[in-house]
């Protein structure tokens, strides 16, 4: 093993980042606009990037590097967050973007891309981050591009070549096997970063500190002290334009395949030995392979797909899915999706997890909702009827407040023995009030670092495909009645009774 | 003179939180948008007299944005009589992008010398509870008086800034003897050396130049014009101890005004310098190869920030402190 540098400090030396370049494939999109480069500009801007770390972006429309410079510049001054553009910093960050144009299926695109790289090898030491922010269609040929240019490897000693996936990682199981085994054919497995953003996002990585750093919790995080678990992810906005793409994915595939089982994971997995990348990824791992999957009947009652019709919110009338441009008129697209899952191991047997997620529904909110079980015995039945039934709840807001609190009865001033829920509150944004780092700025800088706790494994996206196919395949064989919610609303009633069946209900977020 | 009681203190406080919290309500004023107050540590900055209050004030501000708590700031004059006063105040500032205002709580407590063992009983009563307890003493004075023991005890971190001291190894000699008591003790003058210790440890994340390590058998400092201080002390204990070889320590005063100016390593075949430039240059020379790296400079509340960033124990600075006292002992 190569000796360890004895000048490090953790405590005091922040991780460094070593010389790399990072080729972004889709460079013109869509996401490399809002998120990728302002990320990277942030990262800058926070001296994380490393001295020299050229930038290419490639896609087809030609342009020069200025002219590339300057789109990247507006978009960074549009959709940079809760951070001061810095005129002369950009100056600097933009002396090192380059714009490589090209057909990523043109195998002469990758000869003039590998000439560019090798001009940068001895800033960069010959380490390469490919990001893969096209459409997924594209992945396939840009890794068997980047291979049989032997862009794959690096030339010189010790230098890694890594390459970012985005989500979807297929769109069932079958494809995501097809494409991990092109990935793997350029790539061995430790190289290939899954990215799963939500899994960046500062509050998802609270919860690890919540349950792991804390003693009080954990001995109460078993079926028998929790009740049953909600997670719900609401977006107020529609397709905002992306109707086509999205009428092939749907809510189930878009986020719960992805996202929402990640949240699960992280909420229900067993505490890692370490917090190093590969016992925490195993962990994760372990509990999706646990995951219940629905058997013909359950599939019926446990899942329920909704597509949102027009509505009334505010003063805006806002038009059903089927109304978007670019969606067909009788779309069986799912925008809401709802699904009780189990797990199948010692702690959690029995409880149920509840996941929903939809497009058009009154407020865009992601939260955990951990609903303990009820006091055994009511003593103040007399004075508060009813009353001692409100169980303790423990909720973990993801977005947009970032924070934690914990609901609880507590006595009403005055006689008697009325009570009333309260809550306690910690909120990130009075406790630290500095600006928390995006999910692309912490997982770009791990990408570059070489830490992919925070990425998915291909075993991990084979497991939630376990899960989820089957609920996909069940609602494709079926002819649902869409649309079945009104814009603005908390998705079909079919949603809530599955709740019901269980004696449940959603809580409102 | 009237009463200064930390119960008068905290009424005043409360006092304070409703009117601000009216203010901000009203409509049309900046930050109709409400308050949040935040606090996480109480943080005690006994400062030296000749300070500015604006300067502490804006050290606290700066700071607040990462480490929000309620300060309280002890200023002494001299004399005999007795004199004890206490104000009450609010910063407050609005985060990149965001309506509302985030406010911190800042209490100023004047006494003269004859009135500093009040001053302990008072501070005790203003603690917030549960939360940590942190006493910045910017003058070294305070630290080796009597009267200011009793914070000592209850405090979670006290952080010194021997640049300040006007006998440094004296105190870092009772830093050591606060460490072996099991006081949390730390020092802005060790905080001082982070950049120079990234930049070295950076070079050596080369397997090529780690290798070569063990050929070091010189280490040279070469100071500013004033001579050999904490900083340089503490960074040549820390380039022999992580070298892990019997290497010499050297000091050579140079004419900069930083207090370091340069580090050498040498072998007989090993050649390595860092350099202070101009401004925030360094010049890195390796085996007769130059380049030049930018080096950053912190100002006082940038340590401070750093030093408030560390919960844990700072166990490199606790094995280096002792060595850094021999070096300074034996007067190299
Ligand atoms: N947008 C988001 O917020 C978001 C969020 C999560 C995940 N994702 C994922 O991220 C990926 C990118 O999404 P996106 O929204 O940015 O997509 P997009 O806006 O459609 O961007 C794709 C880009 O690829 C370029 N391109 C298309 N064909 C090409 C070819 N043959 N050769 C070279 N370049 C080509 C296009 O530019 P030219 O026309 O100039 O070639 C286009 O700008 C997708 O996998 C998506 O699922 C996106």
Redesign the interface.
Known sequence: M??A?????S???ER?V?PCAIVIFGANGDLTKRKLIPALYRLAFE?KLP?ACAIFGNSRTPMSDDDYRGKMKEATQQFL????FDEALWEQFARNLYYVAGDLKDPAFYQQLKVQLAAQETATGGNVLFYLSTQPSHYEPAVEGLGAAGLNVGGLP?AWRRVVVEKPFGHDLASARELNKVLQSAFPERDVYRIDHYLGKETVQNVLAFRFANGIFEPLWNRRYINHIQITAAESIGVEGRGAYYQESGALKDMIQNHLLQVMATIAMEPSAVFEPTSVRDERAKLLRSIRIHSEAELATHTVAGQYGSGRVGNADLPGFRQEPGVSPDAQTDTFAAATFFVDNWRWAGVPFYIRTGKRMPKRVTDIAIHFNAAPLSIFERDAPGQTARPNLLIIRIQPEEGISLRFLSKNPGGGMRLRPVSMDF?Y???????TPTAYETLLEDAMAGDATLYTRQDMVEASWQVVQPISDYWRSHYHVFPNYEAGTWGPQASDEMLARRGHVWRVP | MTTVTPDRILKEMQQLWIDIGKTAMEPGVKGEHGI???C?MTLVIAADEEEETADIGETIAEL???H?SRAIVLRVRDGGDEFLESRVYAQC?R????R?Q?CCEQIEIRSSEASLRDIPRIVLGLMVPDLPVVLVCRSALWFGSNSFAPLLRVANRIILDTRRAPHPVQTMTQLEAAHQQGLRVSDLAWTAI?EW??H???L??D?TL??R?REVHHIRVTTGSMGASAEAWYLAAWLQR???VQAGVSFTTGTSTNSIHAVDLKGDAFSLSLQRGEGSVLAILRDGLAAS?SF?LSSDWELLR?ELS?T?D???YHAVLPRAIALAAAGR
């Open positions: 190569a000796e540098n004895p000048f490090l400090d405590l005091r030396l460094r070593p001296r001295p967050e809760d951070s001061p010790k909120s944004g009075s406790s630290f009030g500095v600006r | 949040l107050r935040a996480a607040m944005h990462h929000p500032w985060p990149f992008g965001r509302q985030i982070t210790r990234r070295i440890a950076a050596f994340d397997a780690l290798a390590l992580s070298a892990g790296v950053a750093e560390i844990g700072d166990r490199v």
